[in-house]
């Protein structure tokens, strides 16, 4: 059995996901923007991710724009039966790299035709609206207007599933008003639990949370802590911190990104990290920035 099956599966929609998946955010160039350093080894490592077991695959068309669903497409098409692919719409880059809110009728209908062009799909699994309101995380603000567009593409046949990315609770119960919500996506690691009700909620009700920056936001005194756990487990501090999301709650799904086949490696093998549980508790104690 290798590693990724062994972190177990949850429903995305209707699919069945392993829960340890890959995110292509990082295959695009520095500052998400532009091409990558090296494309070969780009679309290597999203070859081996999925010989690996992976088969929840996020990304976005605003990725580059358009670079790492054109690499996908290059690597991975036509695509295995199982493989998932989640892209996020609501956002355009500028021409200086500025992320900017896309929230129109017209700008989320030619991000979901882009997003199905540059992957070469029919249909995308789930499309998730990504939350402009602040570029720096979840801010209120009604997203009926943005989500009644995407609800009807998915009546067209286009999107099957819908689920929201850097939202509020209270955006989530907005959106559930409109439409079934298949996951969400937001920030959150071991030093930032900003959305421990959240998750406890979504997995109650069976709804995924797939958590973006894993290992970001730490002060020193919670990366010393994070290091001596690892020491003493035999693993990297970032296997560790993928590892405590696993174990956080059954509804989580991991989308580490890397452009590094070793680096791929070492973020699969966090599977395999088996903490005893004064560990868990040593983690779990850890005051949130």
């Known amino acids: 059995m290798s590693s990724v099956a062994e ?14 998946g890959y995110g292509a955010m990082q295959l695009a160039g520095k500052g998400v923007f532009g091409p990558p350093r090296d494309r070969a ?10 010989e690996s077991g992976v088969n929840h695959i996020d990304t ?27 892209t996020k719409v609501g956002a355009r880059r500028g021409a200086d790299a ?15 035709h882009d997003n199905l062009r540059n992957l070469g799909l029919d249909a995308i699994e789930v499309v998730n609206l990504r939350a402009m309101f602040s570029v720096h995380g979840p801010a209120e603000g009604s997203i009926e207007e943005p989500l009644t567009v995407l ?9 099957r599933h819908i689920g929201l990315s850097n939202v509020t609770l209270r955006q989530v119960e907005e959106g559930r008003r409109i439409t079934e919500i298949v996951c969400v996506q937001n920030m959150y690691n071991l030093a930032n639990r900003a959305d421990d009700a ?10 995924a949370y797939v958590p973006f920056f894993p290992l970001g ?6 990366s010393s802590t994070l290091s001596d756990v690892a020491a003493r487990l035999g693993a990297t501090p970032m296997q560790v911190a993928l590892a405590w999301l696993l174990k956080r709650s059954p509804n989580i799904l991991l989308i580490p990104g890397t452009s ?3 680096h791929l490696r070492e973020n699969l093998a966090a599977a395999e990290v088996d903490f005893p549980d004064e560990a868990m508790a040593e983690l779990d104690g850890m005051v949130p920035a």
Not at 66 to 75: D, K, L, P, S
Not at 198 to 207: F, K, Y
């Open 151 to 159: 609800t009807d593409l998915k009546r067209q046949g286009l999107i």
């Open 7 to 20: 972190s177990g599966t949850f429903m995305l929609g209707e699919r069945p996901v392993n829960r340890f």
């Open 41 to 50: 080894e780009a679309v290597a490592v999203l070859r081996e991710a999925v």
């Open 60 to 86: 976005s068309d605003f990725y580059g724009p358009h670079v790492t669903n054109e690499i996908i497409r290059e690597a991975l098409h036509p695509y295995r039966g199982d493989v998932v692919i989640v």
């Open 198 to 207: 959240m998750i406890d909620r979504l997995a109650a009700e069976g709804t």
């Open 260 to 262: 590094s086949r070793v």
């Open 217 to 222: 936001g730490f002060s020193p005194l919670q």
């Open 98 to 112: 500025s992320w900017n809110p896309a929230f129109s009728k017209e700008d989320l209908t030619q991000a979901v």
